[in-house]
């Protein structure tokens, strides 16, 4: 047939025979990746990215999926972000979900995490594959990492069958709820301590079928929040007073991520810490424990110090990231007009964020 392309990838992943070659929308929104050395250092030029990108011989290979590039502006760098982008990117997506098989956000990685477990949530029904991706080095750099992120994750993005808010980074392909950026430095920026990658990227491209969730039945655009709520997230430490416990989960305060220590611990032989959470729970404050541990989860009811917050009305993370938890209830509390049902919803899995069978 005229126009038909037996259109595949390399060794070891599955080839795909369609009449038209997949299509892939390629979102740009920010970060080193694209970012033009200027005499305050590093930013966003939005002309650069196409201009590059334009010139990559690999970007026109045959055995890769047609793209479009969108630069969404205004371009920041992450650290710049706010919810308003999370939710400018879900709409992106939402908007043209039918329009393509899959989509690359390149983003900034300093708070990747947090918009990958934002999309997550927002983007609730996907059914294709969302894959953030960036570069510790700029494209300007010779050394830059972000070329093989590009064009692997467009690759991915049309075939890899992952209909998820993921991160490709450092040949892994992560799920972007549970991933936590753990490197300034190294090119290996990113890992889920709670979940193994969901693929793979050697030679071979391995999909780790069995870790991947359904597809949802598709987005309704446009994805909007009832209500934009304040929410926290304290570190404990050795020394960590109630006064100043008490301002952080004072109003407008309406949701708060306590990062404990270990497997959920809280200082609770200060009755004055504990006495200032319960008061915040009292007031409506859904508060919810997450470990500062990379990897393991919060159980409740391991030591007494974990069982004295349980007890005091806070939940258990389980074994949610703090990104991911902070984002959660951003959104439970943006759209659940009842705390209540917020509070039941945040111990459920909704975007494969967390599981419940190892926690308390
Ligand atoms: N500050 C940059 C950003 O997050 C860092 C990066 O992209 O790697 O936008």
Redesign the pocket.
Known sequence: MPGAARWGTRAGFASVRRMTRPRVLVLHV????G?VRTPRG?A?DPGFLAAFMARMPELTHPDLPAWDLEVLEPL??????SPDDWLRIANAVAAREGDYDGFVVL??????AYTASALSFLLDGLSKPVILT???LSLVHPRSDGREHIVTSILLAATCRVPEVTIYFRSRLLRGNRAQKIQ?DDFL?FDSGNLPPLGQVGVSIRIARHLVRAPGPGLSAPIVLDRRPHVVAVRIFPGITAEVLDAILAPPTAGAVLETYGAGNFPSAQADLLAAVERAVRRGVVVVNCSQCHGGAVRQDLYSTGRALAEAGVESGHDMTPEAALTKLYYLLGTCDDPGAARDRLGRDLAGELTTSTAA
């Open positions: 920010g970060g080193t990746i970012m590093y966003p920041r760098d992450s650290a710049d972000f983003h900034g990685t300093d708070t990747m960036g570069s510790q300034s920026a």
